[in-house]
């Protein structure tokens, strides 16, 4: 299918359409999965509890970063494919001597966009950073850089800082580790036993760590005694185990280690309802 050509008319009409625009589960991003067909590496498109919709991510270190955010308890909101106005960037563009990239084949001037726009809220101050996700080979692109400083410089006018992340500045455990904790998540189409079946194993999982003290023992084999305990299906404890960590109602180092393989002492339970917090030595 050909890529309809960038005109004046058609920013227009994506601008009256909304995209950029709204706030929380109502932002629609400036470009979505199905607008850049040649997009490099693997497309995603995650929905977000946290956030309140599907998110439309462009690479796989888009995704990668993406879990980072949506697991940081300091990111309130999370805007992907955010636009930065064409007159801003114009107008920074011309102030730095750099040439103002356009749409190929056109003298269109792009809209530019920032991979993410990330709201943080930590001790009472909130502060919005504008991040880009690359390839480290990309940075090797005089081209990129200057399209980065430029959108460096357009975020500095709005007050916002910016920060370009590659795949290797990720930890690959703290990923690992994500990637198992959002598997769980229940899908709708999957076969239970009953319906809510797998958040009342959770909430008995969690009664059970909050009355015994496990000490070294690793979570794979508390979870492993617990589906003997329940005659659950092996893998039904664990699975709920990393909901009870996304939920953070079982709380972990998530850079530590392999999670299945922690000692217990390692994880602590969030307090709820007077529980006695056992889990540890």
């Known amino acids: 299918m050909r890529t309809q050509k960038w005109t004046e008319e058609k920013i227009d009409r994506w601008i009256k359409e909304g995209r950029g625009q709204g706030e929380g589960s109502n932002y629609r991003p400036w470009l979505t999965v199905h607008d850049v067909p040649g997009a490099k590496g693997r497309c995603h498109r995650p929905w977000s ?18 879990q980072i955010l949506e697991c940081s308890p300091y990111v309130i909101a999370l805007k992907e494919q955010y636009p930065i106005d064409r007159k801003l960037s114009q107008q920074v563009a011309a102030r730095l001597g750099i040439r103002h990239p ?89 076969h239970s036993p009953y319906p809510n079946y797998l958040e009342e194993v959770t909430e008995r999982l969690y009664k059970y760590l909050s009355t015994r003290a496990f000490g070294a023992t690793p979570l794979r084999v508390v979870c492993q005694n617990f589906d003997e ?42 307090p709820e309802d007077g529980a006695k917090l056992a889990v540890g030595a």
């Open 102 to 190: 356009t749409y190929p084949g056109t003298h269109v001037p792009c809209v530019m966009t920032v991979d993410f726009l990330a709201t943080f809220q930590r001790d009472g101050k909130r502060a919005q950073i504008g991040i880009d996700a690359k390839r480290s080979n990309q940075l090797e692109d005089a081209s990129v850089i200057r399209k980065l400083q430029l959108a460096r410089a357009c975020l500095a006018e709005r007050g916002h800082e910016h920060l370009v992340i590659c795949e290797k500045h990720l930890p690959k455990q703290l990923l690992s580790n994500l990637q198992r904790i959002r598997s769980a998540r229940p899908h709708e189409d999957e």
């Open 49 to 66: 509890p946290k956030f309140g919709r599907k998110l439309e991510l462009l690479s796989d270190v888009e995704y990668n970063i993406f």
């Open 229 to 270: 305990l329940i005659e659950g299906e092996p893998g039904t404890a664990l699975r709920a185990a990393r909901l009870l960590i996304d939920s953070r109602r079982l709380q972990v180092d998530l850079l530590r280690g392999d999670i299945e393989k922690l000692p217990m002492s390692a994880f602590r339970l969030a």
